[in-house]
């Protein structure tokens, strides 16, 4: 995308507020939305609207000529956009100045050069944005100014570190294995400023809208200026006020769409390989994971269970009886989820191809012949997913696999991948990438009639072919919650699909990579997000992979996943000491489950990722937005990860605040630095002070009973309120409110005393009478214990407490009428 072929600097020479206006190539009249409340601007040789929603969401669309393209809003299921009216007056130093009574942010306008700043009520510049260049051909181009000190997260899935300056990133969707480093397989033109705090504005966020390659210099070739091209489209910008990271991520998710509360399993360890590839090796897989105890709740088939890689059909040898082996592995707790790849083999002979054809279901080429890419199967036609009635035929192809008993789809390939052709060398087949698409054509995702180039929607294929499995595992998924894995996508994917980050490798510096990226990928609005646990490409050695699987076992989605040629990655393929490691990671995952489960629900509730950069809980501290290796597991969880070979100490940071290690129950305040001893066996992790995490035993898989249904770890050291809500884990109940909610109140030091309220449960899920923990960390033996204020003896039956290394542990009968805890002095 170069510049130069850009028109000057846009001016401002007009305006006018709401009204119709000209829009679409043929000069046909398109109703916009949301044109009561939008401030329309006519620029030089271009045109412009800015609208100002009521949660401060400013939106900027420009473009070349009198017609700006349609709102993208219906294309990708958004909600309908909602500017206020706007009051404008005239600068007397020339201008304009618009507000919106009741958004929390006003909007200036310059003249020549055109120029637009975003204050907030105390008249800090939020954004300010210039340099705004409209190409004829349809690329735009804009300039958000850049001050010291400010970070930039998000952009999606990038490698890299956790601060973006310096980087120029580009957005378009590509098969982005091996050492690959820019752009990848997914494009979330979104990234958030993070400003030091106290002086100026708080945080702000910006969303490129482009379904084609776009591009960010984000302060490379100029220190002062973060620049931002799109190559069609013209310029769909949208900015989100903070001050918070949390509040910009809010805006950003409410417009695009949030994460649902995936189903309890999917929470659960998944193991992976390319590929099981028959029924035998895949019970073999069950019967070790189960007698070894590694607790795990999926397990993946690769492409090798497919008939010669046609998608939706099974290999009648390898796999002759398909529902009676998922039958089986669910009889043993474990799911069973397929790869569907979007390419369709081109094979008269087969159902789904010849299916289809007769709708009509493939890209075309320009000149209207039929585009296939080649794949695994050879050739491969590719469904043109931004048609609704292939969506819903892609949907109903579904049925008989998820009739077999599979509980998930993990979808690959879709950016779309292929590649060019295949080359033999002997033995060896060479794939030469990349495959042609310039002559590839789509239906504009906006208006099906039209024809639009491939490339200008690319990017949104991924996400596209997500939405049509996604209604397939509501249709006839045997589970009420669907889970989809999805490799590509766009702002937004999480609606439909976690997300992980493709073929990494098994190298060291893949699994500190991981920490960022993830991290980025969260603020970007994907909470569900992993890296393929081992990495997938080369040869993992016990130390990386316990080193992987001890983080890993913590990542929102995880996956143990390998490449066919590759060591073997299941854990146990590591000797006994690394299988040792990966069942204590993976219950600890177990452990913390409802921890877990409730940070996906305050995503799907808030947007709040449940990996959270420390800056996130953190934003008045300035040392905490540096720090790039550690992450916090929602607010209460500190990780500070070993990912360099032969480590046995990690150097980490503590951010403001008392903090337990979860090892040893050592209590710390900070902020300070801190040097831990980090043997083989140990993953450095804190709890903060003054939080309550509710836990159980660890289980095999989600659906085993476990000894300790409920555990609540309690961290003394500050005051905090939280709710602990339960549901069946499974169907879609909870969203007419069939949970039950439990309100956890923290006193520090209420008359001395810690005390700890259970409040009385709520709702109409039912939980049966059960054993309730309660374990209050950094504890001497206290004089006394009281349960609802009467003082509760030394016992291991309930209600009684005991006193295990610095831990007070107190036992009693959780009948949902809630209850009072005090330990007495406070510690
Ligand atoms: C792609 C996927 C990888 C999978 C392989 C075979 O490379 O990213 O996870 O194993 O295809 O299906």
């Known amino acids: 995308m170069a510049s130069d072929r850009y028109a000057p600097r846009a001016a401002l020479c007009g305006w006018t507020i709401g009204g119709r206006h000209e829009g679409g190539p043929q000069g046909e009249r398109r109703e916009e939305p949301g044109d009561e409340g939008e401030l329309r601007l006519e620029l030089s040789g271009a045109v412009a609207v800015l609208g100002i929603a009521g949660d401060g969401t400013v939106r900027l669309r420009a473009a070349s000529g009198s017609a700006l393209p349609a709102l993208p809003e219906t294309a990708v299921e958004r909600g309908p956009w909602r500017p206020l009216a706007p009051r404008v007056h005239e600068r007397k130093q020339g201008g304009l100045g618009v507000v919106s009574p009741g958004a929390p942010v006003s909007v200036e306008i310059d003249a020549n050069p055109f120029a ?74 979104f990234f958030a400023v993070h400003r030091p705090h106290g002086e100026g504005a708080g945080d702000c966020g910006l969303l490129l809208e482009s379904f084609g390659p776009s591009e960010f210099d984000v302060a490379s070739r100029r220190d002062d200026a973060i620049a931002m091209q799109t190559a069609t489209g013209g310029l769909d910008l949208m900015i989100f006020p903070g001050p918070l990271l949390r509040d910009v991520v809010e805006r950003f998710t409410s417009r695009v769409g949030r994460s649902p509360l995936p189903p309890l399993w999917a929470l659960g360890h998944h193991q992976s390989r390319y590929s099981y590839a028959n029924e035998r090796q895949v019970r073999e897989l069950a019967a070790e994971i189960r007698s070894r105890r590694i607790p795990t709740d999926v397990v993946h088939l690769d492409i090798d269970y497919m008939d010669g890689f046609r998608v939706f059909t099974w290999d009648p040898k390898r796999f002759a009886d398909p529902a009676a082996l998922t039958k089986e592995l669910r009889e043993q707790g474990l799911r069973v989820v397929t790869i569907v790849d979007p390419g369709v083999k081109v094979d008269p002979d087969y159902a789904v191809y010849r299916s289809g054809r007769e709708h009509d279901a493939f890209c075309r080429r320009r000149d209207g012949g039929e585009y296939s890419l080649r794949v695994w199967p050879g050739n491969a036609a590719l469904p043109d997913f931004n048609r609704s009635e292939v969506r819903s035929w892609w949907a109903e192809q579904h049925r008989a696999l998820l009739e077999t008993g599979v509980s998930g789809v993990w979808n690959d390939m879709n950016e779309p991948a292929g ?61 009420h919650r669907p889970f989809l894995l999805s490799r590509s996508g766009y702002a937004g994917v999480q609606r439909y699909a976690a997300l992980w980050t493709g073929d990494n490798s098994s190298r060291w510096s893949h699994l500190g990579e991981s920490i960022p990226m993830l991290l980025n990928l969260s603020l970007s609005g994907v909470p569900f997000c992993g890296a393929d646990i081992g990495g997938y490409f080369g040869h993992c050695t016990p130390e990386l992979y316990a080193r992987w699987i001890q983080i890993g076992a913590l990542y929102p989605f995880a996956r143990t996943h390998s490449a066919r040629g590759g060591r073997r990655q299941e854990p146990w393929r590591f000797g006994a000491r690394v299988e040792a490691i990966a069942r204590h990671a993976l219950q600890l995952r177990m452990r913390l489950l409802p921890y877990l489960y409730g940070l996906f629900r305050e995503a799907e509730e808030t947007g709040a990722p449940v990996w959270r950069p420390l800056c996130w809980e953190f934003p008045d501290d300035p040392e905490a937005a540096s720090v790039e290796d550690q992450l916090l597991l929602g607010p209460s969880l500190l990780v500070a990860p070993v990912v360099e070979r032969g480590a046995r100490r990690r150097d980490l940071y503590l951010p403001p605040g008392p903090w337990f290690s979860w090892h040893d129950g050592a209590r710390y305040v900070g902020p300070r630095r801190l040097e831990v001893d980090a043997p083989l066996e140990r993953l450095p992790l804190f709890a903060r002070g003054g939080s309550v995490i509710p836990t159980r035993s660890p289980v095999a898989h989600v659906g085993e009973t476990a000894a300790e249904p409920l555990v609540l770890e309690v961290f003394p050291g500050g005051e905090s309120r939280g709710e602990l809500v339960e549901d069946d884990g499974e169907t879609s109940a909870y969203r007419g409110g069939v949970v039950a909610r439990t309100a956890l109140r923290l006193w520090d030091r209420a008359g001395g005393r810690l005390r700890l309220e259970i409040g009385r449960r709520e709702g109409p899920y039912r939980i049966e009478e059960r054993l309730l923990r309660v374990g209050i960390h950094g504890c001497a033996p206290p004089d006394s214990v009281f349960l609802d204020g009467t003082p509760v003896s030394r016992n291991e039956a309930p209600p009684g407490y005991g006193v295990e290394e610095g ?19 406070a510690p």
Not at 144 to 170: C, W
Not at 469 to 479: I, K, Q
Not at 809 to 821: F, H, K, N, P
Request: with cysteine; glycine share 10%.
């Open 116 to 189: 637009l700043r975003v204050l907030d009520r105390t008249r800090h510049a939020v954004a300010e944005l210039r340099d705004l260049r409209l190409d004829p051909e349809g690329a735009a181009q804009v300039a958000l100014r850049v001050r010291a000190g400010e970070r930039f997260f998000g952009f999606g899935e990038k490698r890299g570190g956790l601060d973006k300056r310096g980087e120029r990133l580009r957005m378009r969707n590509r098969d982005g294995g091996g050492e690959a480093a820019d752009p990848l397989y997914v494009s979330i033109p």
């Open 419 to 479: 590649w060019g052709a295949d080359l033999r060398l002997g033995r060896t087949m060479l794939r030469l990438r990349e495959q042609d698409v310039s002559d590839v054509v789509q239906s504009d995702p906006s208006d099906p009639e039209r024809v639009v180039s491939h490339e200008s929607v690319r990017n949104l294929y991924g996400l596209q072919h997500c939405r049509a499995t996604r209604a397939a595992l509501e249709s006839f998924g045997r589970e």
């Open 807 to 825: 831990c007070v542990q107190v036992r009693l009968l959780d009948r949902g009428e809630g209850a009072a805890i005090e330990i007495e002095p």
